[in-house]
């Protein structure tokens, strides 16, 4: 379940399937029925995810357009090797923002714009 770590950052930490897919269907729910401009950035910490499939994939992107649109952030954090082969692989690795661990994705929201705006 997705954790309101203050007005404006939103934390989910993932599993595999099928948390994964559920964790983030619920999340997505939760936040496309938000106005715009009361969207919070979010981090999603992967430290238990070890694998993703193209529907995880497709997840993660349909998230990440919806936090644009709502000038909003996302930054995956704790990636393992395993699916960081997967975002290098796909090319994602130049479309997602990335941080070591959920501390340091949290502190880099707060220092580019409070998680308040994002930048493309």
Do not use: C
């Amino acid at each position: 379940m997705a954790t309101d770590w203050s007005d404006n950052i939103v934390i989910a930490d993932l599993a595999d399937e099928p948390e994964f897919s559920e964790e983030l269907n619920d999340l997505y729910g939760r936040l496309k029925d938000l106005k715009a401009g009361k969207l919070p950035s979010v981090v999603l910490n992967l430290s238990g995810v070890t694998y993703l499939n193209s529907s995880n994939i497709a997840q993660l992107l349909r998230l990440r357009k919806l936090l644009i649109e709502g000038d909003r952030k996302l930054k995956l954090s704790s990636v393992g090797d395993s699916v960081w082969s997967i975002m290098l692989l796909t090319g994602l690795d130049k479309v997602f923002h990335f941080a070591p661990d959920k501390a340091t994705a949290i502190a880099g929201l707060q220092i580019e714009g409070g998680g308040t705006k994002a930048s493309r």
